[in-house]
Structures are given as structure tokens and as C-alpha cells.
């Protein structure tokens, strides 16, 4: 399975844009980019997900690189409720599983 | 609404003892998934289904069990056999192909007394 690796923590401050970076470098071309938060004691919930242009949704944008071996995704303004563990995976087509890695902690300052 | 329901949210097991998670989803989904999640660290897959009657294992397959006899279920059995089940338990969905996201449940803690 192709890894991402992501920064193990940032922090940013309420009603300010946060971008949240993740590298996968040994991308395949049938790799989907998703990302995911999760709340503590509480599941995953789903972000959004690309495979080649950048996508948006009224969660959040995902900026993916040209050479698709790193991706960014886009908080265009936080809240408190942003803050999470964001988890960056790769989806390989027809594998039908995705591996999680440790994530970015993601503290938002009022 | 549709979606994934897990029970019991907190389940304590004696040592020694095999206790089932359950897990329902009403998403129609084809697949279906059992994550662990330790503290502080991320998720790790036990099992998982992409059709009934039929599962692979995943990286902790070990100590664990699942049945996948209707679509909308997919229990799990931490058995005897696993020695630190202590941990947050995660099952969650999806529909065929790439083009969607994981639907997960709320979890189950399970805790050795």
C-alpha cells in the first residue's frame, strides 16, 4: 500500500484559513486521495476526496499537486468545531480498503 | 437517515471471555469494514467484506472473527485468543468503486476487566 506521511501536529486561530499538507510520493495512477477527521471517541467522518483536479465541497477544498505526489487540504475558515485529528489515505482502486496512518493533530486557538 | 449503528458504545469483557460488536448499516453498502484504534494512535484493520458470505483478513486478523451472512451486518468476535483487546473498535462502509467515501460508525470501546 502506498504511505502519506503528514505532519504529527499544527495549530492555527478561529476564522483563519488552515492548510493542512500531506505527501504521498509513491502514488499510483489509480490512487485516490481522501481525507478524513476524527473528533476524539468518535469515528472518522469522511472530508472529502480526489484523484487528479482539485475538488471542493462545502467542507472544505483539496489542492492536488500536478505531479500528484502531495496534496493540501483546505480549511477556508476555521472553527473550533475544525478542531481534529485529519487523516490523509490513499485509496488504490479495486484494493477496497484504505490504510490510516497517524494523522495531523489540528488545534484551532479562539 | 441512513447509516452505520454499532453496539453496544461501551462493552467490558472478563478475561477469558468471547464477546461480539455488532455492527448494522441501512447504506446499502457493499462493503464493510472493522477498524481498531488505540490510544493516540490511528486505525488498524482486523477484517474486512465486500460481499456477503465472503471476508479477508486484514492486518490484525489475529484473536478476531466475522460473519458477513446478510449485507446490512457484519459482526465481530473478539475471541479469547487476543491477548490486549483493549481498544476503540470502528466498523464502516462503503459502496463499490472509488468514487465514495467511508461511512463509519460511532464505535464501540471495549474494555478488559
Known amino acids: 500500500d502506498a504511505k502519506t506521511t503528514q505532519p504529527n501536529s499544527m495549530e492555527s486561530n478561529e476564522e483563519e484559513p488552515v492548510h493542512l499538507p500531506c505527501n504521498h510520493s509513491?502514488?499510483?495512477?489509480?490512487?485516490?486521495i481522501h481525507w478524513y477527521r476524527q473528533l476524539p471517541s468518535q469515528g472518522p467522518e469522511y472530508v472529502i476526496h480526489?484523484?487528479?483536479s482539485n475538488v471542493n465541497n462545502r467542507m472544505a477544498s483539496l489542492a492536488i499537486a500536478e505531479d500528484r505526489k502531495s496534496s493540501t487540504l483546505i480549511l477556508h475558515r476555521a472553527t473550533l468545531r475544525d478542531a481534529a485529528v485529519y487523516y490523509c489515505?490513499?485509496?488504490?482502486?479495486?484494493?477496497?480498503?484504505?490504510?490510516f496512518g497517524q494523522g495531523t493533530r489540528l488545534t484551532i486557538n479562539p | 437517515d441512513g447509516g452505520i449503528t454499532q453496539s453496544p458504545k461501551y462493552l467490558f469483557r472478563k478475561e477469558g471471555q468471547n464477546v461480539t460488536l455488532s455492527c448494522e448499516q441501512n447504506?446499502?453498502?457493499?462493503?464493510m469494514y472493522w477498524y481498531r484504534q488505540d490510544p493516540g494512535q490511528g486505525l488498524r484493520l482486523i477484517y474486512y467484506?465486500?460481499?456477503?458470505?465472503d471476508f479477508q483478513k486484514g492486518d490484525i486478523a489475529e484473536g478476531y472473527s466475522v460473519s458477513r451472512e446478510k449485507k446490512e451486518s457484519f459482526p465481530l468476535t473478539v475471541t479469547s485468543a487476543q491477548k490486549n483487546p483493549t481498544a476503540f473498535y470502528l466498523c464502516?462502509?462503503?459502496?463499490?468503486?472509488w468514487g465514495h467515501g467511508y461511512t463509519f460508525g460511532s464505535g464501540t470501546r471495549l474494555t478488559v476487566v
Open positions: 489515505i490513499l485509496g488504490r482502486e479495486g484494493a477496497q480498503k484504505l490504510v
Open positions: 509513491t502514488i499510483s495512477g489509480t490512487d485516490y
Open positions: 480526489g484523484l487528479t
Open positions: 447504506l446499502n453498502h457493499d462493503a
Open positions: 467484506s465486500q460481499i456477503v458470505n
Open positions: 464502516a462502509s462503503i459502496r463499490a468503486g
